[in-house]
C-alpha cells in the first residue's frame, strides 16, 4: 500500500477515533498536532484530564497487532511532541494532569486503552 493510500486509511480510522471519543464523553482539542518532535493523532479533554492519544489501524494480525505498533521508541517520540504541545499551549503556573491513551483497530474490532504508558 502506498504512503498516500496509508494516510488516507489512517485519517478515516482517526476519524472513527474521534467519533468513539465524543461518545465516551471527550471534548476534541485538536487533530494531527505536528511539530519537529513528532504527531500526535488526537488531543483530547478528558474530564480534568488533557489526553493525548496515538491511533493504530490494522486489517488482520498478519502484520503485527496494532497495539504492538506503539512500540518504546513511538512512545517516546509522542511524550516528547506532548511535552512541547504543553509548552506553548499552557498557562504559566497552571499544571494540568494528563495521560497518553491509545486506541488501535483490529479490523473493526475497537480497543481503548486508557493511560497506556507513561512519561
Known amino acids: 500500500m502506498g504512503e498516500k493510500n496509508c494516510r488516507k486509511v489512517g485519517t478515516v480510522y482517526e476519524n472513527k477515533a474521534v467519533l468513539f471519543l465524543q461518545n465516551k ?3 476534541i482539542v485538536k487533530q494531527n498536532f505536528r511539530c519537529r518532535q ?8 478528558d474530564r480534568e484530564y488533557l489526553v493525548f492519544i496515538e491511533v493504530k489501524y490494522r486489517k488482520n494480525a498478519y502484520e503485527g497487532a496494532a497495539l504492538e505498533a ?9 511524550i516528547k511532541t506532548a511535552k512541547y504541545y504543553l509548552y506553548i499551549t499552557a498557562s504559566k503556573g497552571f499544571e494540568q494532569p494528563c495521560r497518553f491513551d491509545v486506541i488501535a483497530f483490529e479490523g473493526e474490532k475497537i480497543v481503548h486503552i486508557q493511560n497506556a504508558f507513561t512519561s
Open 25 to 27: 464523553g471527550y471534548k
Open 38 to 45: 513528532g504527531e500526535i493523532d488526537i488531543i483530547a479533554k
Open 70 to 78: 506503539v512500540t518504546w521508541q513511538k512512545q517516546q517520540r509522542i
